[in-house]
């Protein structure tokens, strides 16, 4: 089973990457298409799971590919850290793709196959171990990335996503001349025979430079800026896509080269430290700024960046369980919420505070997915937010960082703050009466094909939300009032796009519920991080 499982490592970058460019081809059959789509994330995530539960005891799972010795070869490695981050990631990515062929978003032809070449570069990116390759793989997953922020732009915004590929490109640029840099002083970007090399002050700045790089596609303060505005314009289903991919990989890199590169070196943590803290309260002060519910939780998501960092400049066996145990959460939560914003703005055509209200009432399914991945961004119990700020509280106070600690608790209460607002002027409160018109353009506009700022035939709206009043009955014991005679009755979000946010709000309350299995992953994922002498083994190919 290992050897088998070891052979077909380098699958989980090629098997998405060659499946994404034959689906082009196959351009008239939509259902084909999107079952081998389903299929082949399916599988890749069975892969995962089997590759988690082989890297639990400590385990490294290693193959060099192109038939060179070890230290030239190209590795692919997978430990309990990079497999755990890959099952979480492809479980978003499932999920997202679902929601995207639920909405009806996945016809394009091509939506498909930039999805699994997405998921190619990113398992590279989290397997690869050569900071050439990482490059290579971080522009692959650039390119779709690139088209699917187009193709699926409701508004019709193009600023965003050339702000999206202008950031992106930049910090590329940035990371290559960091790695032509360590190549210049090391002669090797191979990470094995970089353990330890930042004890070298020429290399540690080589290396801060790639740092750097990968922190402006962290979204981390004060190169946060654009995650927001970029995200804002996409298609709600792909912000949530990329919430759970790219940040987190750019996350999952420096938490690789400072334990392997700089071993935990204090004097450069605590830089990173300062920029952590600044990044978690300036999220979630800007997030509460806002007046749409995507950006109020894309913000959340730049304050959640800064929590996960804080648990690698901890540099201790609790801290880095912490924050490993909540970049997994983070992923699973930040997921289940936009894609929440989602079917709101899919239905509803708006996510602003002062346009959509009363969903408690019509929406139960939804409100019960806000709940519960609301109350796990803030913290509370039993949700798998409460365990993982509190072993990051708890990791904060054990080092010595008792204003860090304080800290954190300050901003978990500005981020409730944040979700409570989202209730009150979202889910709480009556329907505003031109509800029924805001949905009806919305189907309008998907049906034509149209952005949000193009002009609409109003009487064709009005006409399509009458209609959808009438043919739909009120549920059994329901009564109408005079106030909101619609109140039982009109548009409604489909289950099929709720569903996606209930599976990932039901996984975060198992990992609440199973606590102890979240951070015995992390722990391990955590140790692999502070003792690299397997890993480093078999990069090397010994």
């Known amino acids: 089973m290992t050897g088998a499982l070891q052979s077909l490592l380098p699958m989980f970058v090629g098997a998405p990457l060659l499946l ?33 539960v082989m890297t639990a005891d400590g385990s490294v799972v290693a193959e060099q590919i192109a038939l060179w010795p070890g230290g030239v070869a190209i590795p692919f490695i997978a430990d309990a850290f990079s497999s755990l981050i890959l099952t979480i990631a492809l479980l978003v990515a499932v999920v997202s793709y679902q929601y995207l ?5 996945a016809r394009d032809p091509s939506i498909t196959s930039f999805v699994l070449v997405l998921i190619g570069g990113v398992a590279g990116a989290l397997l690869t171990a050569d900071l050439f390759n990482l490059f290579v793989f971080i522009e692959v997953m650039l390119l779709p990335s690139y088209g699917l922020l187009v193709i699926l732009s409701r508004r019709g915004d193009m600023a965003g996503s050339r702000l999206y590929v202008t950031v992106n490109l930049l910090a590329s640029t940035l990371f290559l001349t960091g790695v032509g840099l360590i190549y210049a002083v090391e002669g090797t970007v191979n990470l094995g025979e970089l353990a330890g090399a930042a004890d070298d002050p020429v290399t540690a700045i080589a290396a801060a430079v790639c740092l750097s790089a990968i922190a402006v596609k962290a979204a981390v303060f004060p190169v946060h800026g654009w995650l927001a505005r970029a995200y804002r314009s ?79 400049t901890l540099s201790t066996p609790l801290g880095l369980t912490a924050g490993i145990a909540y970049m997994v959460h983070h992923m699973v939560v930040m997921g289940s919420l936009l894609l929440v ?23 139960p399914l939804l409100t019960v997915a806000f709940i519960i ?12 937010g409460f365990i993982a700020k509190y072993a990051l509280v708890l990791a904060s106070a054990d080092a010595g960082r008792v204003l860090v600690a304080g800290l954190l608790v300050l ?15 979202v889910f709480n409160g009556k329907r505003h009466a031109d509800v029924e018109l805001l949905a009806a353009e919305s189907r309008l506009r998907l049906e034509r094909g149209l952005f949000d700022d193009e002009p609409i035939d109003r009487a064709a709206v009005a006409a399509e939300a009458e209609d959808a009043v009438e043919r739909l009955a009120p549920p059994k014991r329901a009564t109408t009032t005079e106030e909101d005679p619609h109140e039982h009755r009109g548009t409604r979000i489909p289950t099929a796009l709720i569903v996606p946010a209930l599976l990932l709000a039901a996984v975060s309350v198992g990992l609440g519920l199973g606590g102890e299995l979240l951070l015995a992953m992390s722990e391990r994922a955590g140790a692999a ?14």
């Open 341 to 363: 914003a989602s079917a709101i703005e899919q239905t509803y055509g708006t996510g602003r505070l002062d346009r959509v209200s009363g969903l408690r009432s019509r929406e």
């Open 373 to 384: 991945a609301a109350l796990s961004l803030a913290g509370l119990p039993p949700f798998s």
């Open 101 to 105: 062929v639920a909405s009806r978003e």
């Open 529 to 542: 991080l502070l003792d690299t002498a397997g890993y480093v083994r078999a990069v090397m190919g010994r």
């Open 411 to 425: 901003v978990s209460l500005l981020s409730l703050m944040a979700m409570m607002r989202i209730w009150a002027d």
């Open 234 to 312: 996409a298609s709600p289903a792909v912000a949530a896509l990329f919430s759970g991919l790219h940040t987190k990989v750019a996350v999952y890199i420096i938490y690789r080269i400072v334990s392997v590169v700089f071993e935990g070196d204090e004097r450069w943590m605590s830089a990173i430290l300062i920029l952590a803290a600044i990044t978690l309260v300036v999220g979630a002060l800007a997030g509460l700024g806002e007046r749409e519910v995507r950006p109020m939780l894309l913000f959340q998501m730049v304050s959640g960046i800064g929590f996960i960092l804080v648990g690698v």
């Open 20 to 52: 994404g460019g034959i689906l082009l081809v196959v351009t008239r059959h939509q259902r084909l298409r999107q079952g081998i789509g389903m299929a082949t994330l399916l599988i890749l995530l069975g892969g995962a799971i089997a590759l988690l």
